[in-house]
């Protein structure tokens, strides 16, 4: 048996009373070998159990365990699904991560299409890189809700746009992750030419067809960098603005039926649509509880409306400060303004606000999120940029300072000589970073 190398014993555990220590291995529950969490989380529900280690030494030794109901045993391992991430293998037309430049950190060209993920951090998942027995466990586990990325319900087409000629049994696989009472949220990343107009309309009514079982469905624009030309990828054209608004009508048209028929819009605009087409951004009861705001839909009324809300909390004096925020071009305008209301409450507060031009991955990439402190230093450089300088925090690596170029933020505080803050993206992180000094 393989088993798994323990790193950590919590201390008062189980495990500790019983002599487990770091470096051991968990090899067996009840005779079964454990492939990942799941199953770890599955055979520990049992309030009697033999769990089978091997010691450091390599000695193997069964222990016979009585505990009360999900109680766990106090170990920690190194990998969080305590097991190797299910690798992508599509080619998808419009894959973000097949636009990026050579020579980046190897982890960012890693494609993850793993059901463990969707259920544990949200991920979308294509359900094409899985075996039967990886579908079963979906059920048998009820991972539920699974993200999944549709992108379009015609088969040929989404085998296409997928690069994938297993890709054309989606509907099946829905239709029997219904069936076993799990829920989904769906997605679809709209390429012009391929899944908008006629195939768009298919897609949604296909996949309306599975309410309640299906939440919502999000539809964003693709994102295209500079490197699509230089790495072979297919042609893909950005929609215009003209285009984005019949994209957006298209979308709303069906929301406004399905709000009809079933009480809910089930399928949602991304705020790039809004924003493309010039369109004002909906009020929050459009976005039903933002269920979609992981995919962009209703991010920026979602902030507006918490800005608001803190700046409702404060009271005015006549503190005097200058700070800075840098912000992606997408959402410059609705950033620019928030700010200004802010500092319309504090005279003596001003704020410089810039769209950061993302000439790293071209400048049709204008979401915040993917900006690099290149781009950041080179357009701020010079500049008087007050006290500190604000940044989201989304275009950090997680848990970490750095950057999609491998720059921190402490590079980026040497090269423009300010300190920088990193600001989340909620009202009360928003006017604080602004109004605290």
């Known amino acids: 048996m393989k088993g798994h190398i323990i790193e950590t014993v919590e201390p008062g555990s189980i495990a500790e009373e019983i002599g487990v220590e770091p470096g051991d291995k968990i090899l067996a529950i009840n005779g079964k070998e454990i492939k990942d969490i799941f199953d770890y989380r599955y055979l520990l529900a049992d309030e009697e159990i033999t769990v089978l280690f091997e010691s450091k030494d390599g000695e193997d030794w069964d222990i016979d365990i009585e505990k009360e109901t999900n109680d766990d045993l106090g170990l920690g391992f190194g990998k969080g699904l305590m097991d190797e991430y299910s690798h992508c293998k599509n080619k998808c037309v419009f894959c973000f991560i097949d636009q990026m430049p050579p020579g980046m950190r190897q982890t960012l060209y890693f494609k993850d299409d793993d059901a463990r993920l969707s259920f544990l951090q949200g991920n979308y998942i294509t359900l094409t ?5 990886d579908f079963e466990r979906v059920i048998k586990f009820h991972l539920s809700p699974i993200n999944i990325s549709v992108h379009a319900t015609d088969p040929e087409l989404r085998c296409r746009m997928l690069h994938n000629r297993f890709a054309g049994n989606l509907l099946l696989r829905i239709e029997r992750l219904a069936e076993a009472g799990i829920e989904m949220n769906t997605q679809i990343v709209c390429c012009k030419g391929y899944n908008d107009g006629k195939e768009l309309d298919r897609t949604i009514t296909d996949l309306a067809k599975f309410i309640p079982h299906i939440k919502g469905l999000s539809v964003v624009p693709a994102g295209m ?11 893909l054209s950005p929609f215009t603005k003209e285009e984005s608004l019949l994209v957006l009508n298209q979308i709303n048209a069906w929301g406004e039926k399905y709000l009809a ?4 819009r089930f399928v949602f605009a991304s705020d790039e649509w809004f924003i493309m087409a010039g369109e004002p951004i909906p009020d929050a009861d459009y976005y ?11 991010m920026v009324r979602d902030l507006t409306d918490s800005v608001m809300e803190a700046l409702r909390k404060v009271d005015s004096d006549d503190r005097k400060s200058k700070v800075t925020i840098a912000t992606g071009t997408l959402v410059y305008p609705y950033i620019k303004m928030l700010a200004d209301i802010v500092c319309d409450k504090f005279p003596g507060l001003s704020c410089d606000t810039y769209g950061i031009i993302n000439n790293f991955f071209g400048p049709t ?5 993917l900006l690099t402190a290149t781009d950041i230093i080179d357009q701020l450089r010079g500049k008087d940029l007050g006290k500190y300088l604000l940044l989201p925090d989304t275009l950090l690596r997680s848990g970490t300072d750095i950057l999609l170029d491998d720059m921190t933020v402490g590079d980026i505080e040497k090269a423009l000589q300010i300190e920088v803050r990193i600001v989340k993206s909620d009202g009360e992180s928003f006017v604080h970073g602004i109004v605290d000094p």
Do not use: D, H
Not at 261 to 264: A, F, L, M, P, S
Not at 289 to 298: C, K, L, S, W
Not at 365 to 369: C, D, E, N, R
């Open 129 to 133: 890189n899985m075996s039967e027995e």
């Open 225 to 235: 960098t500079k490197f699509r030309e230089a790495n072979n990828l297919a042609k």
């Open 261 to 264: 028929k079933y009480g809910t």
């Open 288 to 298: 039903e509880g933002y269920g979609q705001i992981e995919n962009g839909v209703g």
């Open 365 to 369: 990439i204008t979401v915040a999120g």
